[in-house]
């Protein structure tokens, strides 16, 4: 059976990704996918050789036919985005797929075509298969992204016979995060010791409530406020749920990105053997 362990915090910033590509190296036979696709950043410490790649179709766009367009303006007049320009040509990055245009143009000179707003890939890494992808400027994305990093992922893992997909989520509590962990085998919620990383963490852990999906949480940097971290512990005492420690700040956790390194490979220091530490938790959980 195999089984999905999601790693994901209620806010940005708190060190998930780090942690995760951590677990990348430590974890044997697995896949790796980096669902946070607004995001996307695991693959600077992975270092993949990307394999194949596909683009993904996120909603429409307008696209005038000037071969039936009349310049009655009526488009220009009626897109509440400016996404029209007096020459009547479309600017992508404005345009966000209404369709009124196309509904109320008496020419019938406006069609919306699917759009392209980034691919994803199927890479190869020190550390086995990596599913990730990268969106366009300024684009959307929706769970129907997540959903296929996922289902590709799962696809690798029965093929190769591994029982372990390892993913990095997206921060907050919207589409993408709930495409995440939707059927996943067990949560880490990575949080930090201030009010507002306590508030989300209490959002993703109601959310992993709703799902009912095991889940555990551990706080990075704690030691930089032991009280709001003491605060931490106390709240998963009360709501049963398991606490997996406390990671202390450390400079070698940035020395190791800037080498594009996990911290457990380019250290030994504190940060590094409490994640290893953190990891052995994680493994007996699942």
């Known amino acids: 059976m195999i089984k999905e362990l999601v790693v994901i915090s209620g806010k940005g910033g708190t060190g998930k990704t780090s942690i995760t590509a951590s677990f990348a190296h430590l974890a044997e036979k697995k896949v790796m996918v980096d669902c946070d696709v607004d995001a996307a950043d695991l693959?600077?410490?992975?270092?993949?050789?990307?394999?194949?790649?596909?683009?993904?179709?996120?909603?429409?766009?307008?696209?005038?036919?000037?071969?039936?367009?009349?310049?009655?303006?009526?488009?220009?007049?009626?897109c509440r985005f400016d996404s029209i320009d007096e020459n009547f040509r479309v600017g992508i990055l404005?345009?966000?797929?209404?369709?009124?245009?196309?509904?109320?143009?008496?020419?019938?000179?406006?069609?919306?075509?699917?759009?392209?707003?980034?691919?994803?890939?199927?890479?190869?890494?020190?550390?086995g298969p990596f599913v990730h992808t990268k969106l366009g400027m300024a684009e959307g994305n929706s769970g129907i992204l997540v959903?296929?990093?996922?289902?590709?992922?799962?696809?690798?893992?029965?093929?190769?016979?591994?029982?372990?997909?390892?993913i990095d989520g997206s921060p907050g509590t919207g589409c993408p995060?709930?495409?995440?962990?939707?059927?996943?085998?067990?949560?880490?919620?990575?949080?930090?010791?201030?009010v507002s990383g306590i508030h989300d963490m209490k959002r993703a852990l109601e959310l992993a409530g709703h799902f009912r999906i095991k889940s555990a949480v551990c706080v990075n940097r704690g030691d930089?406020?032991?009280?709001?971290?003491?605060?931490?512990?106390?709240?998963?005492?009360?709501?049963?749920?398991?606490?997996?420690?406390?990671?202390?700040?450390?400079?070698?956790?940035?020395?190791?990105?800037?080498?594009?390194?996990?911290?457990?490979?380019?250290?030994?220091?504190?940060?590094?053997?409490?994640i290893r530490d953190l990891w052995t938790k994680v493994k007996d959980a699942l």
């Open 43 to 78: 693959h600077l410490v992975l270092n993949p050789r990307i394999l194949s790649n596909e683009g993904f179709e996120a909603g429409r766009k307008a696209f005038i036919d000037h071969k039936k367009c009349t310049g009655c303006g009526e488009c220009v007049k009626l």
């Open 147 to 166: 959903s296929k990093l996922r289902k590709k992922a799962k696809e690798i893992a029965e093929e190769k016979g591994f029982e372990l997909i390892v």
């Open 94 to 127: 404005a345009c966000e797929g209404c369709g009124v245009c196309a509904h109320f143009c008496p020419e019938k000179a406006i069609e919306m075509r699917p759009h392209e707003s980034g691919r994803w890939f199927v890479s190869q890494t020190d550390g």
């Open 177 to 194: 995060v709930i495409a995440t962990v939707t059927g996943a085998s067990f949560l880490l919620i990575v949080t930090e010791p201030t």
């Open 224 to 274: 930089i406020n032991m009280e709001r971290t003491a605060e931490i512990e106390k709240f998963c005492s009360s709501q049963n749920i398991e606490f997996f420690g406390i990671i202390p700040y450390d400079r070698d956790v940035t020395a190791a990105q800037m080498e594009g390194k996990s911290v457990v490979e380019y250290s030994t220091g504190p940060a590094a053997l409490a």
